[in-house]
């Protein structure tokens, strides 16, 4: 796979993700934000578990309390979607 498609995949995947758990309403409204967006965006291009990712949110159209335990960015989606 491209380095370019890659990473629309997996921004595809964060943001939906991260709608998912509920974690974009709880986001920093501050100076943080654009620094913590940029590590979990480099995070989830290292993840090995694109496929697992794609299944799981297809499986939970409907919203879920947390990521999934393989999720490297699930403490900090956790915390903002704590956050709401």
């Not at 993700?17 to 509920?22: S, W």
């Amino acid at each position: 796979m491209g380095y370019l498609k890659r990473l629309d995949e997996r921004a595809g995947l964060m943001g939906r993700m991260m709608r998912t758990v509920g974690a974009t309403e709880g986001m920093p409204a501050d100076i943080t934000l654009a620094n913590s967006l940029r590590a979990a965006a480099n995070r989830c291009l290292g993840c090995e578990c694109p496929g697992e990712c794609a299944s799981w949110l297809d499986a939970h159209a409907d919203g879920a309390e947390k990521t999934p335990d393989y999720c490297p960015n699930g403490d900090l989606f956790a915390e903002w979607s704590a956050q709401r």
